[in-house]
């Protein structure tokens, strides 16, 4: 069974860089064919795609986060990262990280998460 | 892409039938999963290419459409049933979420 465990400062201040970690058990990073990607939901709202990574390090972004946004990863570590810089309020969000695996005719969705963890933006 | 999710919210009760629609700006054949999200807790796959059941889900709940308009029914709601639910998709290396159906006690 996949696990994922999110890990990072729950708090982080207007203009810095927001840092998370999610960290995989049970599977490997580089399992080929698997994807990793993050996902956030700000308070009373819905999920937004943050960005993806392949198990061979290609990254996918969300073109509205592009620029501020740096997904990475870390085999030795069985990681991957998430790093968005300038942030603020609108940021503030239970931040979750996912592996997707690809379905027949439907491409990938997330079929194991983290449990989530909340960021908030403030002074 | 855009995917548009209708209605927003709505209320049922116990055995009544529901269905939640889900309107891409552009076709995407069936490239449309459904997750189902309880309060404090991350989303599940419900269904995957438009239709088809991920496995152990109920058979209450099914998925139709292709192109640009797709629905997800729940045939006689349950309790445990009552979450938010969202339509996602896959394409071009672009993932996007609908805005989500709150689904409540009537």
């Known amino acids: 069974q996949v696990q994922l465990q999110e890990s990072g400062p729950g708090l982080v201040k207007p203009s810095e860089t927001l840092s998370l970690t999610c960290t995989v058990s049970?599977?490997?990073?580089?399992?080929?064919?698997?994807?990793w990607g993050w996902i956030r939901q700000p308070p009373g709202s819905g999920l937004e795609w943050i960005g993806s990574?392949?198990?061979?390090?290609?990254?996918y972004y969300n073109p509205s986060l592009k620029g501020r946004l740096t997904i990475s990863v870390d085999t030795s570590k069985n990681q991957f990262s998430l790093k968005l810089s300038s942030v603020t309020a609108a940021d503030t969000a239970v931040y979750y990280c996912?592996?997707?695996?690809?379905?027949?005719?439907?491409?990938?969705?997330?079929?194991?998460w983290g449990q989530g963890t909340l960021v908030t933006v403030s002074s | 892409i855009q995917m548009t999710q209708s209605p927003s919210s709505l209320s049922a009760a116990v055995g009544d039938r529901v269905t939640i629609t889900c309107r891409a700006s552009?076709?995407?054949?069936?490239?449309l999963g459904w997750f189902q999200q309880k309060p404090e807790k991350a989303p599940k796959l419900l269904i995957y290419?438009?239709?088809n059941l991920e496995s152990g889900v109920p058979s209450r709940f099914s998925g139709s459409g292709s192109g640009t308009d797709f629905t997800l029914t729940i045939s006689s709601l349950q309790p445990e049933d009552f979450a938010t639910y969202y339509c996602?998709?896959?394409?071009?290396?672009?993932?996007?979420f609908g805005q989500g159906t709150k689904v409540e006690i009537k």
């Open positions: 996602q998709l896959d394409y071009n290396y672009q993932w996007t």
């Open positions: 049970g599977g490997s990073v580089s399992s080929r064919g698997y994807y």
């Open positions: 552009q076709g995407i054949a069936n490239a």
């Open positions: 996912a592996r997707l695996r690809s379905y027949p005719g439907s491409g990938r969705h997330p079929d194991f």
């Open positions: 290419a438009a239709s």
């Open positions: 990574l392949s198990y061979s390090g290609n990254t």
